[in-house]
């Protein structure tokens, strides 16, 4: 059999968005962004809570990184990312941090039911998920890094996250 690579025109969409969210606070570079949106859009997730002082659409440079997906990916933004956890809280999803914490457990250990509703809390380029944002967390998670630094780009981070916790909405 020739494997022969496809174009756009033959890509079939799975079925759309599954339970989990990104919540986002304070993400400064809108190529990052962009690229929660592109996420977000190629995996499923359905939605995306911008915080505090991330970039917005319309915003050029998140537009090219996002390939137009923030025209199709629901998103919100509050300045204060606190009462939309508490928000989502109440309306029963479970809030994951995605930070290396003294507490956080290795992604791949995450227990995700079918039935789990999941906001994914992404925090700024430089100094992660805030203290306030873990203290309001249900638990945090992180990925093992196997080189000399700690920490990965955001983006690149959350598709690693979303891809593992993806797992238990495969049907």
Do not use: W
Request: aromatic share 4%; net charge positive; hydrophobic share 40%.
């Amino acid at each position: 059999m020739q494997n022969i690579q496809l174009d756009h025109s033959q890509h079939r969409p799975a079925p759309r968005a599954f339970s989990l969210c990104y919540l986002a606070h304070d993400l400064d570079v809108p190529m990052n962004v962009g690229s929660l949106f592109r996420i977000a859009d190629a995996l499923g997730a359905a939605k995306i809570y911008l915080t505090g002082r991330s970039a917005l659409p319309p915003n050029s440079k998140l537009r090219r990184t996002s390939r137009a997906t923030e025209k199709t990916v629901p998103f919100s933004h509050a300045e204060d990312p606190l009462p939309v956890l508490h928000e989502l809280k109440a309306s029963g999803y479970r809030i994951i941090s995605l930070e290396l914490t003294s507490a956080s457990i290795d992604i791949r250990q995450l227990a995700v039911r079918p039935s789990d509703r999941i906001c994914l809390v992404l925090g700024s380029e430089n100094a992660g998920v805030s203290q306030a944002l873990l203290d309001a967390s249900e638990q945090a998670v992180h990925i093992p890094m196997r080189g000399q630094h700690s920490s990965m780009n955001v983006a690149t981070a959350c598709a690693i996250a979303t891809f593992e916790i993806s797992k238990a909405f495969r049907t």
